[in-house]
């Protein structure tokens, strides 16, 4: 395989009411889901059809125990929190004291941006749309992953792996990538420690929030590589590889290459390419002292010995895909691989002889950049509450507001998408995933839809009595190419189950 | 319940957004460039942009970060 995998994102957004930190933030998050869905003025809600969920599986081969589970692990539970299934197929629901917006199946890093991109418009949407109901306060929305204050929020990847490949090596090889990975697509930071307290600049969010090397949790001793094992497909041929480490990146391509250069490194351990094992002492610590020192000269020691900086430790993998790419494809390569494997060699050149020239690429260069300017101009320093303000304020959703979306209007940043290609994601799916299947259905059919999940979506209909739940296990399957033409015909629900199930 | 299977035979034949935005040409990443002269070209936008930002901070700065307070999530 090559950047080219079924892939999606998940990012819990920040959430605070101006003036009141004391807002209940279960209810806050509820109101912007619920003023999301009205909007779209649905008269029927599809819930979340919870049957395949199984967050204590452990891609190590054993369950967790209900009992011996953090009550914040037991996702599988309905907690009659809000929840909408979006018509282009993403979900969009309270994920403990968030709103979270999951991408619908992609099956590429372009895409990925472009349906996660569409998910900040939603979020700016729904709080404009909360924002209008009489007696509400406003609803502010931060696409980031702390609050300085000691308390971090997810944004994480997911990749569909093939089932064979042993979880050791996926271990071995994707330690150090993950650890190095921040010099690429780390969001920036002011603040040091969980709580935030000393001051200074680092590359990442998150990092400073992850204290083991692998595990389950995911609110607690966040693990570098996390075991949940849920493929939402045939566990026989697929594992989904749960990726907990990233930060909610603004920048377009901060984000492509942190998905497509880690589905590129998936792809050589899938075919045992990598041939060299750089497995770094003591990767927790190292993780912290590379998101610690922007000026990238931190040195990572391999546990071979061997010392180099977290961007050559980078350049080792991109050589190892390089090759990988060519030996494997040659000239037949994909343009999106050709395209992240440029970017990747061009960014990663670029930080080891002018870092600063990534202002328009990378998030983390990009505050820092401002940062660096506030600093100089109006002589603060790290602690000053203004440049605290400026990191919150860069991942503001809103268009007006937002650090980001206004640099980003005035052309500072370079982009992989289009504005309409953005806003056709916002209501359509994905033509290449089930997605598709999904979206389709809860456009056309949404009063009998009575709940959907990754892998099936369960009508409602007049005619029968029981519930006709159409699994959906293979994320390929359901394509525009495969539907299009049934869900076209059918008029009604009763039609397409009809028609799929010859009865 | 009866679980019935969406019927389609291939799982192939993917189509992919291909359209590749034509990528921004930016003096500033010029590498032929002089570095210095881009450092004080550069310093000069930075000028502008924190002009921009000026102007839509939220006031009160202090008291604005002071309760920005979240529940820990995933």
């Known amino acids: 395989m090559s950047v080219q995998r079924v892939m999606g994102s998940e990012t819990e957004y920040g959430i605070s ?8 933030a279960m209810l806050t998050s509820s109101q912007i889901v619920n003023a999301y869905a009205t909007a779209m003025h649905r008269a029927r809600r599809a819930r979340w059809d919870f049957e395949e969920e199984n967050p204590l599986r452990d891609a190590r081969g054993f369950d967790l125990a209900r009992e011996l589970a953090d009550a914040s692990q037991l996702t599988d539970e309905d907690s009659g929190l809000a929840n909408v299934i979006l018509t282009n197929g993403a979900r969009l629901y309270v994920d403990h004291a968030h709103p979270e917006y999951s991408t619908p199946e992609v099956t590429n890093p372009r895409d990925a941006v472009i349906w996660d991109k569409a998910g900040e418009w939603i979020m700016a949407e729904a709080a404009r749309h909360a ?11 931060y696409k980031n992953n702390t609050d ?3 308390a971090s929020y997810g944004s994480h990847e997911n990749y569909l792996m093939a089932r064979t490949t042993p979880f050791a090596d996926i271990v071995r090889h994707l330690t150090p990538f993950f650890v190095s990975r921040q010099v690429v697509a780390g969001a920036g930071r002011v603040g040091l420690g969980q709580d935030g307290r000393a001051n200074g600049f680092q590359i990442s969010q998150r990092a400073d929030y992850f204290e083991v090397e692998v595990g389950l949790e995911t609110t607690l001793k966040r693990p570098i590589i996390n075991t949940r094992d849920e493929p939402h497909a045939d566990p026989e041929r697929y594992r989904r590889l749960h990726v907990i480490i990233g930060d909610a990146n603004l920048s377009e391509i901060s984000m492509y290459l942190k998905m497509g250069t880690t589905s590129l490194v998936l792809a050589m351990i899938e075919d045992r390419f990598v041939s060299v094992d750089f497995s770094v002492d003591q990767p927790v610590r190292t993780l912290h002292q590379i998101s610690h020192d922007p000026s990238l000269k931190q040195l990572v020691t391999l546990r071979s010995g061997r010392k180099l900086t977290a961007v050559q430790l980078q350049m080792e993998y991109f050589e190892q895909a390089r090759k990988y790419v060519e030996d494997k494809y040659g000239a037949d390569v994909d343009e999106i691989t050709k395209d992240v494997l440029e970017r990747w060699e061009s960014v990663l050149s670029r930080l080891e002889s002018d870092p600063m020239s990534l202002n328009r690429e990378l998030d983390w260069v990009a505050k820092l950049e401002i940062l660096e300017g506030y600093r100089k101009r ?13 990191d919150l304020q860069y991942a503001d959703v809103r268009p007006a507001k937002g650090l980001y979306q206004r640099l980003a209007a005035r052309g500072r940043f370079e982009r992989i998408t289009t ?3 953005i806003r056709r994601a916002v209501d359509q799916p994905p033509v290449d995933t089930r997605a598709y299947f999904r979206g389709r259905c809860l456009d056309k059919y949404a009063d009998s839809v009575a709940a959907a999940s990754w892998d099936s979506v369960i009508f409602d209909l007049p005619d029968r009595e029981s519930l006709q739940r159409v699994p959906t296990l293979d994320p390929l399957r359901g394509t525009k190419q495969h539907v299009e033409t049934l869900i076209d015909r059918c008029r009604t629900a009763s039609d397409l189950v009809r028609e799929i199930t010859g009865s | 319940m009866r679980v019935i299977t969406v019927a389609a035979k291939d799982s192939g034949g993917q189509e992919r957004a291909s359209k590749q935005s034509e990528q921004v040409d ?3 990443v010029d590498e032929t460039g002089d570095l210095k002269e881009r450092h004080a070209k550069l310093s000069e936008d930075v000028d502008d942009v924190l002009d921009e930002i000026d102007e839509v901070l939220e006031t009160d700065a202090e008291s604005f970060v002071r309760s920005f307070v979240q529940k820990g999530g995933q």
Not at chain 1, 378 to 384: E, V, Y
């Open chain 1, 148 to 150: 300085n204050k000691g």
């Open chain 1, 419 to 421: 504005d309409e290609e």
């Open chain 1, 131 to 141: 924002a209008t109901v009489p007696g509400s306060l406003p609803i502010n929305l």
């Open chain 1, 17 to 24: 009411v101006p003036g009141h930190p004391n807002a209940n």
């Open chain 2, 26 to 28: 930016d003096e500033l």
């Open chain 1, 378 to 390: 109006d002589g603060i320093d790290w602690d000053n509450a203004r440049l605290h303000l400026v």
